[in-house]
């Protein structure tokens, strides 16, 4: 009874926090600028691949819209610490000097998709190299570089699409049972990033909490 009673109680805790990042946000949780002490925040580089590259938006927005998910998700932790850097006018390259968990950034790319009250069509692409402790892994998955977007048609709002470096393609669903759902038709082919980081230097970058 006791063990049945355990596994209610973490359902419910994963039910919420599946709920939490799917219901629409709210004006006051976008602009919350509440954060945990200083000493919490993380300091140390870690080294990753992390990439998003984001085009046709404006400065104001693409820094309005990783504001307000970095006030959503830093309230308890600071489980985003995102690096912009100013690429053009037309494009942004976003990364993760101290890491960030597949989950998150998988919620991130979602966000800047779909940001609150901010009215753009965004061109978002986002790279990274799964491991097997990431949410929603299949095996197939595990260790490979993977792309992660949304379609222009999507119409489902909760979700990112991920195609691996051999063009194997997946819905990662974030409401419960619907994580991983292998496509039958590849949306988008797999490209490398055409961003060179090492040709960053100097440009001017933008630093969230």
Known sequence: ???????????????????????PTTNKETQNTDRPTKTAKPTKTIENDKLVVVNDVTPNEIKQAIQQFCNIYNQESYRALPELTIVSDNEYVI??????????FCYFVNYLHYPSDIFYKPNITAWTTTSQGDSWMKDELVG???????????QDYDNVYLTTSDNLGYKMGFALGEASQRLDNLRRTFQNPTIDLNKLEGRET???D
């Open 1 to 23: 009874m006791e063990i049945k009673t355990i596994l209610i109680i973490v359902g419910l805790i994963a039910t919420g926090l599946v709920i939490k990042a799917c219901v």
């Open 144 to 154: 490979k570089k993977v792309m992660l977007y949304i379609p222009k048609d999507d």
């Open 206 to 208: 933008v630093k969230f």
């Open 95 to 104: 990364t993760f000097p101290n890491d960030i968990d597949f989950e998150t």
